[in-house]
T-cell receptor, first 114, second 112 residues
Framework: DAGVTQSPTHLIKTRGQQVTLRCSPI?????VSWYQQVLGQGPQFIFQ???????GRGNFPDRFSARQFPNYSSELNVNALLLGDSALYLC?????????????FGPGTRLTVL | QKEVEQDPGPLSVPEGAIVSLNCTYS??????FMWYRQYSRKGPELLMY????GNKEDGRFTAQVDKSSKYISLFIRDSQPSDSATYLC????????????FGEGTQLTVNP
């Protein structure tokens, strides 16, 4: 079975631009979470979606938004890009939203903002 | 102050050594404790999961949680060059859905 897939693999943008990152969860998984991992640091939670509804949001500005589609895939949008948005963006999927459900991470999208 | 503190290393050991990785945390509401391994340019991979206090062993890996001290550890026995990676501790509260709080990771190199 395919794991979590993310596209694109790499992306280069300039300050002020907008970017859309995509994630396809493992088949049957209904929950998708997004994390930002700046070089040399641990991942920071951005959003969780379950059954197309937002279930949690981390300490990120409103420039960050996301949505989940009926097929459980998800998009993360970032507007008005800043240099500090350069990071590896990770998507994780799990079957359910709460209790213990192992989260499986994708390979990430590496975003560089120039 | 960060909720989860982890020594970033780098840590370099010879093959066959016992490796000890540690994290401390400040939020007593954390109930689930995990260790992830992350190879360069890859997503994190779950190694060990522990609920509340106690020990858990899986092959060469042992995870320990001491909630009274707010301290968790991962031990790797008979370390191999293939264990060279960044190790991330992660935690979550009972009521936080799937939200994980990570340490900053410890970079480990096992030298043949």
């Amino acid at each position: 079975d395919a794991g979590v897939t993310q596209s694109p693999t790499h992306l280069i943008k300039t300050r002020g631009q907008q970017v859309t990152l995509r994630c396809s969860p493992i088949s049957g998984h209904k929950s998708v979470s997004w994390y930002q991992q700046v070089l040399g640091q641990g991942p920071q939670f951005i959003f969780q979606y379950y059954e197309k509804e937002e279930r949690g949001r981390g300490n990120f500005p409103d420039r960050f938004s996301a949505r989940q589609f009926p097929n459980y895939s998800s998009e993360l949008n970032v507007n008005a890009l800043l240099l500090g948005d350069s990071a590896l963006y990770l998507c994780a999927s799990s079957y359910l939203a709460g209790f213990y459900n192992e989260q499986f991470f994708g390979p990430g999208t590496r975003l560089t903002v120039l | 102050q960060k909720e989860v503190e982890q020594d970033p290393g780098p840590l370099s050991v010879p093959e066959g050594a016992i490796v000890s990785l540690n994290c401390t945390y400040s939020n007593s509401a954390f109930q689930y404790f995990m260790w992830y391994r992350q190879y360069s340019r890859k997503g994190p991979e779950l190694l060990m999961y522990t609920y509340s206090s106690g020990n858990k062993e899986d092959g060469r890996f042992t995870a320990q949680v001491d909630k009274s001290s707010k301290y968790i550890s991962l031990f790797i026995r008979d370390s191999q060059p293939s264990d060279s990676a960044t190790y991330l501790c992660a935690m979550r509260r009972e009521t936080s859905g799937s939200r994980l709080t990570f340490g900053e990771g410890t970079q480990l190199t096992v030298n043949p």
